[in-house]
């Protein structure tokens, strides 16, 4: 008898647990969600801000470049300012934190909940499948490179147009969003590895085909690193970027959908 009333105990103090660490992760993460919005629509304002800024310093380029006044690496930042990967991906990051506002701000607003499923869905393609490996590669190889000499990713030259500011804001705080989105709690949205992987890699294909293309075009290479490397390490380093974006990106869809598992137990 007193056995079975200790068993009976011990469940109940297991339940009691399982319920109490319930509580404290729906507790969590409803804190979580209600950051989520006000982060990145601060975070939305100052990319928009960064993107404003550079294109006036672009222009301010274009009006030297007429004048004659430009230097060869400038002109040639003008002639192909829609080209760099940095743009690219900061086109990602513009695009995401555009969606994620807006269907953050549906949700609250508890607009018709087709819309709000159709942004939803379009905010996770999105993130999982480009912004957030997009946005690990360009941190990892800019930094990277830069330390090993700043001349061969972003030369002196560029910062008398562009300052530290707006290359942080192009290079490393594009870091915060991914960072808040890839803690924020997730129900729903979840993507297919192999429909994203399959995106991504036409994707990249078709940038190393632009960049490639501009080569052939204008006899210049967008970052200085390839004027120094042979074919075989140009292929090298082609190949190990598309490994390491692919990588990134199993990473970032293999986290989202431990999520799932997460939201399985609270449940």
């Known amino acids: 008898m007193n056995k079975l009333w200790n068993s009976c105990n011990t469940f109940n103090e297991h339940i009691k647990n399982n319920h ?12 979580v969600s209600k950051i989520v919005f006000p982060l990145h629509f601060l975070n939305f304002v100052a990319e928009v801000y960064a993107a404003v800024v550079t294109q006036e310093r672009v222009e301010w380029i274009s009006s030297l470049a007429i004048e004659g006044k430009s230097s060869p690496m400038l002109t040639n930042l003008w002639n192909n300012r829609f080209l760099y990967f940095t ?29 709000r499923k159709k942004l939803g869905r379009a905010r996770a393609v999105i993130f999982d499948t480009f912004t957030f490996p ?5 941190v990892t190889v800019f930094w ?9 990713i972003f030369p002196r030259e560029l910062s008398k147009v562009f300052p530290d500011w707006l290359n942080h804001m ?14 924020a709690p997730k129900k729903h949205n979840f993507v297919d590895y192999k429909v994203a992987a399959r995106s991504l890699f036409l ?18 290479w967008l970052y200085p690193i390839h004027e120094y490397l042979s074919w075989t390490g140009k ?33």
């Open 20 to 31: 109490g660490k319930k509580k404290i992760l729906r507790n969590l993460d409803l804190a």
């Open 87 to 115: 743009v690219w991906n900061f086109t990602l990051q513009l695009i995401f934190l555009g969606l994620a506002v807006c269907h953050e701000l549906s949700e609250l607003l508890k607009l018709n909940l087709s819309v």
């Open 134 to 138: 997009c946005t690990l590669l360009t």
């Open 144 to 152: 990277t490179v830069w330390h090993i000499d700043r001349e061969l």
């Open 170 to 183: 192009l290079h490393t705080f594009i870091l915060v969003p991914v960072i808040v989105e890839i803690l």
């Open 203 to 220: 994707f990249a294909l078709i940038y190393q085909l632009v960049y490639l293309y501009v080569y052939m075009l204008h006899g210049v």
């Open 235 to 267: 292929i090298i380093l082609f190949t190990s970027k598309i490994v390491a974006l692919m990588a990134f990106q199993k990473i970032g869809i293999s986290f989202q959908h431990r999520k799932k598992k997460m939201h399985n137990k609270v449940k």
